[in-house]
T-cell receptor
Framework: EAQVTQNPRYLITVTGKKLTVTCSQN?????MSWYRQDPGLGLRQIYY???????DKGDVPEGYKVSRKEKRNFPLILESPSPNQTSLYFC???????????????FGPGTRLLVL | LAKTTQPISMDSYEGQEVNITCSHN???????ITWYQQFPSQGPRFIIQ???TKVTNEVASLFIPADRKSSTLSLPRVSLSDTAVYYC??????????FGKGTMLLVSP
């Protein structure tokens, strides 16, 4: 089954304790992205990756790191989490094709993070 | 990037047709219009995409006037399971990845 998976689905941690949220897709998609969703603010993009070893900042990159060493994986790293990073996080991927058509993104199930 | 404006919320009853309009006054020539649906605690799901005139699939229709400064997502005969947040996005390629706040549609019995 074609899907985007995230782990963990739920995580409670404390301020300053480094954590990693994994994201994996089995669709051979070149493009992957991370979003956070907060009440009243909608979905905001954190980082994205156009291909292996190519990453770039989205709208709210502060406090986050990413890496893209393999095509299927795109982990989100919080080196020193803070309470303002408490949020619902989504990973997404899409196929990169030629042409001008906006790409359709496939989203993972989400990771709910609470930083105390 | 083209900014979009949608109503914050809409109410409907089962069996009715629902039309959600999105305003995008500064849409660029190459931009496409895409709508996503999101249920609580789930990731958004692609519904429909179009460039101009009308597009229809098994889920919805998308109406885009000639000036392309707005678009309307039409959901025929909604059911309770259509209660969700609907996002309108405008852009091309990977340029538009900002979902905004969307429209919360509540369908009642």
């Amino acid at each position: 089954e074609a899907q985007v998976t995230q782990n963990p689905r739920y995580l409670i941690t404390v301020t300053g304790k480094k954590l990693t949220v994994t994201c994996s897709q089995n669709m051979n998609h070149e493009y992957m992205s991370w979003y956070r969703q907060d009440p009243g603010l909608g979905l905001r993009q954190i980082y994205y990756s156009m291909n292996v070893e190519v990453t770039d900042k989205g709208d709210v990159p502060e406090g986050y790191k990413v890496s893209r060493k393999e095509k299927r994986n795109f982990p989100l790293i919080l080196e020193s989490p803070s309470p303002n990073q408490t949020s619902l996080y989504f990973c997404a991927s899409s196929q990169r094709t030629s042409g001008r058509l906006q790409e359709t993104q496939y989203f993972g199930p989400g990771t709910r993070l609470l930083v105390l | 990037l083209a900014k979009t404006t949608q109503p914050i919320s809409m109410d409907s009853y089962e069996g009715q047709e629902v039309n959600i309009t999105c305003s995008h006054n500064n849409i660029a020539t190459n931009d496409y219009i895409t709508w996503y649906q999101q249920f609580p605690s789930q990731g958004p799901r692609f519904i429909i995409q179009g460039y101009k005139t009308k597009v229809t699939n098994e889920v919805a229709s998308l109406f885009i006037p000639a000036d392309r400064k707005s678009s309307t997502l039409s959901l025929p005969r909604v059911s309770l399971s259509d209660t969700a947040v609907y996002y309108c996005l405008v852009g091309v390629g990977y340029s538009t990845l900002t979902f905004g706040k969307g429209t919360m549609l509540l369908v009642s019995p």
